[in-house]
């Protein structure tokens, strides 16, 4: 068929995976879709499929099929009382987020780029920051696949099998529509603090349970080592907290917008980054608020394109723990010429009840690392120290566990997966070597 083509070369977003499938197909509908599955099923085949290619990890590869559904009607259909949203699966963010605006609709939650589509985000259980706020997959309460043998199955709100179907690694079938949990569209006001390492650290419980949103930039070029950035990111009018007593030294460059979504990053953020490393932390070591901006949640809680292949590595600590595995991790920063891609990034997300969750079992620290250089050596120190304090990895990005591991991290829940994959996918069609390795 004219929709599926050989000589295709895949190549992720970082440049680190690249592979040549037999087939790359874009089907346009759900009934192709449907042959495509029956097509390789019959020749013992595979199929993979695609969002945006913006995974780090080896889920992708394949020497048969891999689809697009970029082809597909990307449609938008309000289904229930005004915020439940039916998409079409292969919808990237950054098409979807516009059309909800237009319903004045928005997302509970995003990551840091919009890049990915719906699907590929939430099936990696993609997140953003704010420890009462789930990971993308959380906010999908319907969905319809197509499974192993080429059948249709719907997944209506309240079926168990939404628990593994939303985060699933593209390992039960092919995602062909979701049904979003939207909220209304909404503003929110976006605060940059400095603050020592030792002290934001001291802080940190308080500032999570105080703010919507907190991250943290550690290893900001420009900055001291010992700097770390806090960003907190709340609904206007939200009490301000702990940083309410920050000293405020915020007098944005003249010529920059107060927005960073306008200029590339090369001009925004950079500029950004450098007025505020000049106008300095002082050596109090109390916090500094050093700049403000608001406007929509989409421009407030995501980044421009990065100009930066970044490789990344990043794991989710019980959020008890973050405090401890951030400090053991500086040991290891300091001991090394240790060279970043992109600064330390921590974030926090609320526990949810979906199967392969890193954040099932409660309120997760994430901790992500983007070393430069020595790459293979940082993450094999860092691997190892995340596990120590309790640790999981993000199924997007850069791991080296075994099955055996992923069987002891996830226990009954892995069984409860294995054993859905054994009626949805029973003859493995949508396998590749890597999640063969790490589920059968
Ligand atoms: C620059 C950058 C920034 C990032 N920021 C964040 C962040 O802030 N937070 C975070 O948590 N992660 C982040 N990530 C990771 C990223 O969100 C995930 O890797 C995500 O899966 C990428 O989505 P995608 O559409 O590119 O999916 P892909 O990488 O193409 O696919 C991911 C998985 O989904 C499956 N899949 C995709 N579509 C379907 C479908 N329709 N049916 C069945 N299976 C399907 C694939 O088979 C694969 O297993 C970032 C990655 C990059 C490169």
């Not at 920050?246 to 003249?254: L, Q």
Request: glycine share 10%; with cysteine; hydrophobic share 40%.
């Amino acid at each position: 068929m004219a929709d599926c083509k050989a000589g295709h070369t895949f190549r992720n977003w970082s440049r680190t995976l690249e592979f040549k499938p037999r087939r790359f197909c874009k089907p346009r509908t759900e009934e192709r879709i449907v042959e495509i599955v029956q097509e390789a099923r019959a020749a013992k085949g595979c199929v993979r499929t695609q969002g945006a290619g913006h995974s780090f990890s080896q889920l992708l590869p394949t020497n048969d099929t891999l689809v697009s559904l970029d082809d597909m009607d990307h449609d938008v259909m309000i289904i229930a009382d005004g915020t439940e949203v039916n998409v079409s699966a292969g919808i990237r963010l950054k098409d979807l987020l516009p059309k909800l605006k237009a319903r004045n609709l928005g997302l509970r939650n995003l990551g840091s780029i919009t890049e990915q589509s719906i699907a590929g985000a939430a099936l990696t259980g993609t997140h953003g920051t704010g420890i009462g706020l789930g990971s993308i997959p959380t906010q999908i309460i319907a969905a319809r696949l197509v499974a192993g043998d080429g059948s249709v199955i719907d997944l209506p709100k309240g079926d168990p099998r939404l628990k593994a179907a939303s985060l699933s690694l593209g390992a039960l079938g092919i995602l062909t529509r979701v049904t979003l949990d939207c909220v209304p569209h909404h503003k929110i006001d976006y605060n940059v603090y400095v603050g020592k390492f030792d002290h934001v650290m001291a802080s940190l419980d308080q500032l999570v349970q105080e703010n919507v949103r907190v991250l943290l930039w550690w290893l900001v070029p420009l900055f001291d080592r010992d700097d770390v950035i806090i960003i907190t990111k709340n609904p206007p009018g939200h009490p301000v907290g702990l940083l309410g007593g920050a000293e405020n030294r915020v007098t944005p460059p003249a010529g920059l917008k107060p927005t960073l979504k306008p200029t590339p990053l090369g001009k925004g953020l950079d500029a950004m980054m450098e007025a505020l490393a000049t106008q300095g932390l002082g050596s109090t070591g109390k916090f500094k608020k050093i700049w403000h901006m608001s406007g929509d949640y989409e421009d407030m809680l995501t980044l421009p394109l990065l100009p930066v292949f970044h490789t990344e590595c990043e794991y989710a600590v019980p959020a008890a723990n973050g405090v401890a595995a951030m400090n053991a991790f500086r040991r290891v920063v300091e001991e090394n010429d240790f060279e970043i891609q992109l600064p330390v990034e921590v974030r926090f997300t609320a526990g949810d009840d979906l199967l392969l969750s890193p954040c099932n079992q409660g309120p997760v620290c994430y901790i992500g690392a983007s070393p430069h250089g020595n790459t293979a050596e940082i993450f094999a120190r860092f691997e190892p120290l995340m596990r120590d304090h309790g640790g999981r990895p993000h199924w997007g990005k850069h791991f080296t566990l075994t099955r055996g591991d992923i069987k002891a991290m996830y226990g009954a829940h892995y069984d409860a997966f294995v054993a859905l994959r054994n009626t949805l996918d029973p003859d493995r069609v949508f396998a590749n070597s890597f999640l063969t390795e790490l589920f059968g």
